[in-house]
T-cell receptor, first 111, second 113 residues
Framework: EAQVTQNPRYLITVTGKKLTVTCSQN?????MSWYRQDPGLGLRQIYY???????DKGDVPEGYKVSRKEKRNFPLILESPSPNQTSLYFC??????????FGSGTRLTVV | AQSVAQPEDQVNVAEGNPLTVKCTYS??????LFWYVQYPNRGLQFLLK??????LVKGSYGFEAEFNKSQTSFHLKKPSALVSDSALYFC???????????FGAGTTVTVRA
């Protein structure tokens, strides 16, 4: 089944403790992206990647890092999480049919 | 820059009545337009898209949307709403010459029995 897999689904952590949210797609898509969803703000793009070793900032990149060492994986790294990064995070990949496939989401709480 | 506006935070309708969720967009070039739905504690599900061609697009679960270039709108419609349509709906736009997908703030639809 074609899908984008994110892990973990839920995460509670403390301020300053580094964490990584993994994202993997099995569709051989070149383009991948991370979004955060906050009430009343919709989804905002954090980072995106056009292909392996090619990443760029989205609208809200502060406090986040990404890497794209291989085509299928696109992890999101929070090196020093803060409470304002409490949010629902989605990974997505884009295929040839113009559409985006989204992961199931990661609900992160930073206390 | 590109943007999407969903002017209604909430839409409430009775089951069996028509449902409309409004969306207007702004892009510098030609748009690709999308609607997604999110059920509680679930991810985003694709409903339909406009790429080119017929302005009336039909999608999943009986939903359709009409692309109106002069009004820069892409309103989502369903002729007869179901209680199970209650969810959060997002409109999204992408410039044809760009990869970035921009979302509206979302509209919560509640269909009462």
């Amino acid at each position: 089944e074609a899908q984008v897999t994110q892990n973990p689904r839920y995460l509670i952590t403390v301020t300053g403790k580094k964490l990584t949210v993994t994202c993997s797609q099995n569709m051989n898509h070149e383009y991948m992206s991370w979004y955060r969803q906050d009430p009343g703000l919709g989804l905002r793009q954090i980072y995106y990647s056009m292909n392996v070793e090619v990443t760029d900032k989205g609208d809200v990149p502060e406090g986040y890092k990404v890497s794209r060492k291989e085509k299928r994986n696109f992890p999101l790294i929070l090196e020093s999480p803060s409470p304002n990064q409490t949010s629902l995070y989605f990974c997505a990949s884009r295929g040839q049919n113009y559409g985006y496939t989204f992961g199931s989401g990661t609900r992160l709480t930073v206390v | 820059a590109q943007s999407v506006a969903q002017p209604e935070d909430q839409v409430n309708v009775a089951e069996g009545n028509p449902l409309t969720v409004k969306c207007t967009y702004s892009v510098s070039g030609n748009p690709y337009l999308f609607w997604y739905v999110q059920y509680p504690n679930r991810g985003l599900q694709f409903l339909l898209k406009y790429i080119t061609g017929d302005n009336l697009v039909k999608g999943s679960y009986g939903f359709e949307a009409e692309f109106n270039k002069s009004q820069t709108s892409f309103h989502l419609k369903k002729p007869s709403a179901l209680v199970s349509d209650s969810a959060l709906y997002f409109c999204a736009v992408r410039d044809r010459d760009d990869y970035k997908l921009s979302f509206g703030a979302g509209t919560t639809v509640t269909v009462r029995a």
